[in-house]
């Protein structure tokens, strides 16, 4: 059934579609209404729920923690300083290998206060073992949460679904809603591995010593280092999980295919501009107005940030004479986090080639500030005449 609503309704939909047993939030612009949304389905008695409101978003993600470790499908959302004000509980998730899905809408984080879009929430907290999933459009933020529940889930990781705020949060676009028998189908009921129970008690995270030791049956146990190595090691396993997902859900659904990257006319481009969110939409239309002067330019969207999908955008960016990435964001005192990894994967995967397309950073739309798609245009144009900048340039700073 195809239906028009706005980015946080596509969101709070998925949601619904996954049947989750617990629900903690605390509102915080532009996330607010996903939560909204879902405490009415409770309320109206379409979504069998525990709708919990907490006093702050370090108390939402604290309660999710402990209904995921007693055995329950959880979910919550924030956006900028709420999901920094989470960050405690953002490593304590990963570490407990919990498959906590939480939709961050992102928005600048303050100082000085900005409730606008950028990037800078969810790429500051990348290297906190969580996984996370970038949308472009309201299709994909429907999907995606479904897709995140049975990823989680099967990988025993919590999971981030990013998608920008306002600029998709509170559009209003077209989108097919699953039905729910299909969903069922890709979805089946949440089952632990191990959970929480009080008729058998037990002790979850206590304190390691810098080595491993005996537990309480006399058997080696892992330690810090032990645990902190399986859950980078089954990150990086995770993108075999994705394409699984991936596959499945386009068996049920027929729609979906790369799991990683969206191209877009990239096939004969010897340019490609890479980018997060929506943006990538937007640098289509520079993409066919420079295909039209002869440019031969594509797009790149990566949807999977993190675990990094290091070898499919090498691939996918070899032959290619220059790729210009776009950030929202930007990891301060260097240059954008997604350029970087970007350069570090062409590296470990082209490097030996002589073949590494020259690379070039643009940082739009910090704080809100417009992103013009002719000023967009211009930049791609003369990105593929030669390196424009050697450090980071903005797009629109006004100084």
């Known amino acids: 059934m195809h239906i028009i609503e706005d980015g946080n309704a596509a969101a709070a939909l998925g949601v619904r579609l996954c049947r989750p047993q617990v629900i903690a939030a605390y ?43 007693a055995g329950s499908r959880v979910f919550t959302a924030t956006s900028a300083n709420g999901l920094l004000y989470m960050h405690e509980q953002v490593q304590w998730a990963a ?65 981030m679904v990013c998608y920008d705020g306002y600029i998709l949060s509170h559009t209003f ?12 189908a890709f979805l089946p009921p949440f089952k632990p591995a191990y959970a929480l ?20 049956k006399g058997e080696l146990a892992h330690g810090y280092m032990e645990i902190r190595y399986l859950l ?40 490609v501009a890479v980018g997060l969110g929506s943006l990538t939409y937007q640098l ?12 031969p330019v594509g797009v790149m969207g990566v949807r999977f940030y993190r675990p990094f999908p290091d070898e499919a955008l090498a691939s996918a960016l070899k032959g290619k004479k220059g790729v210009i990435v776009f950030e929202k964001a930007l990891s301060y005192g260097y240059e954008g986090a997604l350029v970087s990894d970007l350069k570090s994967a062409l590296y470990e995967h082209l490097g030996g080639t002589g073949a590494l397309p020259q690379v070039q950073n643009f940082i739009a739309g910090i704080g809100g500030r417009d992103i013009h798609t002719r000023d967009l245009t211009q930049i791609l144009r003369a990105a593929t005449q030669g390196r424009v900048t050697k450090d980071p340039l903005w797009i629109g700073l006004k100084l």
């Open 27 to 69: 509102p915080i612009t532009p996330q607010t209404p996903v939560t909204e949304k879902l405490s009415e389905y409770v309320e109206e008695g379409s979504l069998n729920a525990q709708y919990i409101p907490v006093e702050s978003e370090h108390s939402a993600l604290a309660v999710c923690i402990a209904a995921s470790s």
């Open 95 to 159: 570490g407990a290998r919990l498959p906590i899905v939480m939709v961050v809408v992102n928005r600048a984080v303050g100082a000085p206060w900005n409730i606008w879009n950028d990037q800078q929430d969810s790429i500051s907290q990348r290297d906190t073992g969580w996984i996370q999933m970038y949308c472009a459009d309201h299709q994909q933020i429907i999907d995606t949460v479904i897709k995140a529940f049975w990823l989680a889930e099967t990988v025993s990781i919590p999971i």
């Open 173 to 184: 676009m077209p989108f097919d809603l699953p039905e729910s028998e299909k969903v069922n």
């Open 197 to 216: 129970n009080p008729r058998e008690p037990a002790n979850l995270n206590t304190v390691t010593l810098p080595d491993v030791r005996m537990d309480v």
């Open 232 to 271: 980078q090691e089954d990150l990086r396993l995770t993108l075999n999980a994705a394409s699984d997902m991936e596959k499945r859900f386009n068996g049920i659904f027929g729609r979906g295919g790369d799991p990683f990257l969206e191209p877009y006319r990239c096939d004969d481009a010897e340019f």
């Open 284 to 295: 289509r239309v520079s993409v066919d107005a420079l295909r039209k002067e002869g440019i």
